[in-house]
């Protein structure tokens, strides 16, 4: 009795405990990844995001002033300021600090280090400090302090201004936003249009070879994308379209041509025959038949490979490199920007995921606008 069809199986709490686990494994990286590109350099490195909303024990390296604002005052030279202004953490509170590395906590807050001929050095516990010398202050450069600090949450847009308005080449994703979709809107749109005829001729048009056809397409789906690279390359290359978006335009829509017919000619097949037989007896065309009735019904088909389609462009990165040769920098896309991001020494972290945000936020707007097509399409031909 426990296998009679519309009777609620006992296992339903694992499939619902399961499918929630799988969606907080999902969200956790982009949780992570959004939290952390509105968080300091300092932040990244001391505490990880899931910490950020708490106050934070951090150890900072700051310089005061330079000499060249000192103030003559009371017979003595004096340089006077704040420390978490002068550095780029927020407010916060000193508990130790001290002027080595060696020695970060060789001094409690509030409290006076005897530097020799350097002067009296003061750092209270709001970040306040007071450097004084019976002597001027000489050199180029402020003091370097060691401190301890207990900071507040703090978050910031600073990351995105840099990112998206910096005039640097090095690390505006703003060009390289606009090149992304440059090149990912044409070559999703391009490889649908020329699939959608190809699929409507293979699933109700009858001609010789269609049988091998449709499995010429199939195998082409197991071809590896890096074989088919250089040789397209010098193809290109050899007809002039190689450095620029033609050329990759065009190998994205060649990469994406036998997915795209295999969906969609699935899908059409799966079609009510009744309704094209009608059409065809009231004297329309193949041509009007395909417009007016398959690719109305086929559109849950075409969303669902214009999302694959657009995912796969817009998160390119061997394409790009090889057919987008632009030393200029002109036609860089944003997964090779991020990576320039990193630079030789993996650093910039707060920009890298700043900038890895921004990359995803596309994508995300698009897979969500468009799931409800996903499972109808790929369902396609799958009941009868």
Not at 141 to 150: D, E, L
Not at 182 to 198: C, D, E, K, R
Request: no cysteine.
């Amino acid at each position: 009795m426990d296998n009679i069809a519309g009777q609620k199986s006992s296992l339903t709490w694992a499939v619902h405990i399961s499918v929630v686990v799988l969606v907080v494994l999902w969200l956790l990286p982009t949780v992570g990844l959004l939290v952390s590109s509105f968080r300091s350099a300092d932040q990244i490195a001391t505490t990880g995001w899931w910490k950020s909303l708490f106050p934070q024990e951090q150890n900072l390296v700051i310089r005061t002033e330079r000499p060249d604002a000192q103030e003559f005052i009371d017979g003595v030279y004096v340089l006077e300021g704040n420390l978490f202004e002068l550095g780029d953490a927020a407010d916060g509170v000193v508990s130790v600090w001290g002027t080595s590395s060696r020695e970060i906590d060789a001094y409690s807050a509030g409290e006076t280090a005897d530097l020799g001929d350097k002067g009296l050095l003061t750092i209270q516990a709001n970040g306040d400090y007071r450097f004084e010398n019976q002597s001027e202050f000489s050199g180029s450069r402020g003091q370097r302090v060691f401190m301890t600090a207990v900071s507040p949450p703090s978050f910031s847009l600073d990351n995105y201004r840099n990112v998206l308005f910096s005039n640097s080449s090095s690390s505006s994703m703003g060009k390289a936003f606009i090149n992304t979709l440059t090149v990912s809107i044409p070559a999703t749109i391009i490889p649908i249009l020329i699939a959608a005829f190809a699929a409507y001729a293979l699933a109700w048009m009858d001609f010789p070879g269609r049988a091998l056809l449709v499995a010429f397409v199939v195998g082409l789906l197991v071809v590896p994308l890096q074989l088919a690279l250089i040789p397209l390359l010098k193809l290109h290359l050899g007809v002039g379209i190689g450095k620029g978006y033609l050329g990759v335009w065009l190998a994205h829509t060649g990469f994406g041509l036998p997915l795209a017919i295999y969906l969609l000619r699935n899908y059409m097949v799966g079609l009510p025959k009744d309704i094209i037989e009608n059409a065809r007896v009231d004297g329309a065309t193949e041509f009007q038949i395909f417009v007016k009735i398959i690719l109305p019904l086929s559109f849950p088909a075409l969303a669902s490979f214009a999302i694959f389609q657009f995912l796969w462009t817009w998160n390119d990165l061997l394409v790009a490199l090889v057919f987008l040769i632009d030393s200029s920098g002109d036609t860089t896309v944003m997964t090779r920007q991020i990576i320039e991001l990193l630079g030789s020494k993996g650093g910039n972290w707060e920009i890298l995921a700043t900038a890895a945000f921004i990359s995803i936020t596309v994508p995300l707007i698009v897979f969500f606008a468009m799931q409800k097509y996903l499972v109808r399409g790929l369902l396609a031909g799958s009941v009868k």
